[in-house]
């Protein structure tokens, strides 16, 4: 007789136990989603930060390879140390090229320089809409748009 | 230093620690066969010990994550009532004129890696110590492995262990989190030139090679040690991480098929180079060919998830022992997975994986909103080594995978893996700490 209510128990103890696991996990879950949800909201509040340069090849190291330079809406590229990215290659051109956010995307044009601007290898005559991950050139200088 | 009230934490933290002490009343009823709560001392402790985590985390003022430490919380109060359940007299120390039964030496552990945990989640403020001596980090590591090769014995045919007098340690554990944080650190510097594959064999994109040397030397080194010391557990873990941590710094998935093809090459030499290796795949594939010899401990650990069932026998009522010996050899470190489905069943089983999906989960949340390249790939490396070592355990336990002896981290008896996981939270918890730091000096501008 003792020994079944002694089973009875033991069965109603364990069943609150795992129950009491479930239940725990439940909360987790609750916080989970809070948080999923909160930062969904802080990432539609800040769109900051709307992408970056990769410098993946660079000859005389300004700027030094394996570097990332943060974009403004408006980066002006070239010789010239009033450029917002500042590039000492002989092979650049004094004021090289124009990388700007217009919209919802990247643009670049070229300004007329003497060797070129390239996009994924391919030299641009116009402006050329950049997606992340491209290539750009200037001169011996490679580079990837990053987000 | 402000004192920041973690509720959420303390919410969470609340049912478990009432939890942990009714799993041991319902054991030590279920083995006395009467109404007696029984000796409640090392539940109790276990509750003391996690309070006072949670308190010191308060008082400190950390804003780390609140949920990894009722995650971590729950798996270890799972295991101490799972090895408070088996025979006391397992493992254990006799150290310091104590004698200490298993679940009594793991509470001690417990409290050792409590304390380094809030040691590196409170103390370090700056990651420079681990971010710029990565090659000092790499020349640790590379003396631990050495140390274990000439200086270590073996057990049960891998040979991981240094005895240290009243203690024996793994150091295989601790070269796990060295590992990562040299990973880390060169992936985090060299990450934009790997990424960059200019050669390409037809859709193959081809690494860049000089900037990959480095790292492959030292890693290469690793696994060929890991190898011939026969921890084949441990070097499938660190493979894993070495590619989750190669695949999220570059972003390539010809870098992970090149890796897999790697590894199925390698297995395929380690299977045809080492017996012991062919033996653990034939009783693998077929552990019945001989259920007295080397098939015994799946066989014994497949029969005990049959017991278990969906409800579990119930804690306590498990069948442990089996004429004087364990049923199932090893069941406090490798099978403890098999334990707890046997007694818990398959709904404490899944609840069991249920925390540690909620570790993995956080711990890539805290990479998601590392301030820095490096501390993001160190959360990542460290949740996959977690993740995948909870993952290859338990898959060797229910014979989904060859079996390879690696411990369940933080349910499993064993000072050395206790230790490493609990540093392994820290960094997590400090890392985060410097993200939300990170975050509010930047509101306030």
Known sequence: ?147 | MRITWRGVEFRLLLPILLLVPLGFVITNIALTNAFEPGPLHLALGYVALIVGAHLSLVAFGHRGDQLILPAVGAMGGIGLIMLNRLPQDLAGTAALGFELGMAATQLLWFGVGTVVMLVIAIGLRDDGILRHYKYTWAAVGIGLLAATLILGYEVNGARLWIDLGPVSVQPGELLKIVLVIFLASYLAETRTLLTDARMRIGFLAIPPLPYFLPMLVLFGAVMLIAVALNDLGTALLFFGTFLTMLFVATGRRSYVLIGLVLFVAGAFVAYQLFGHVQLRVEVWLDPFADPLGAGFQPVRAIYAFGRGGIFGEGLGQGLVTLGGGLTIPYVHTDFIFTAVAEELGLLGAFALLGFSAVLVFRGLRIAALARDDFGGLLAVGLTASLGLQTLIIIAGNTKLIPLTGITLPFVSYGGSSVLASFMMIGLLLSISHRSAIGADTEAAK
Do not use: C, K
């Open chain 1, 1 to 147: 007789m003792t020994g079944d209510i002694l089973r009875i128990m033991l069965l109603v103890l364990q069943l609150a136990f795992v129950a009491g696991l479930y239940l725990v996990l439940l909360r987790f879950a609750g916080s989970l989603l809070r948080d999923l949800r909160s930062a969904e909201q802080t990432q539609l509040a800040s769109r900051s930060g709307i992408g970056r340069l990769s410098v993946l090849e660079s000859p005389e190291d300004e700027p030094p390879a394996g570097s990332t330079i943060a974009l403004g809406p408006i980066n002006s590229i070239g010789r010239n140390v009033n450029n917002t990215i500042f590039v000492e290659d002989d092979f650049v051109s004094t004021n090289h090229a124009m990388l700007t956010f217009r919209g919802r995307s990247w643009y670049v044009e070229d300004q007329g320089s003497t060797n070129g601007t390239y996009v994924n290898g391919h030299r641009i005559d116009r402006p050329v809409a950049l997606s992340f991950g491209d290539e750009l050139t200037v001169g011996r200088v490679r580079m990837r748009l990053d987000r």
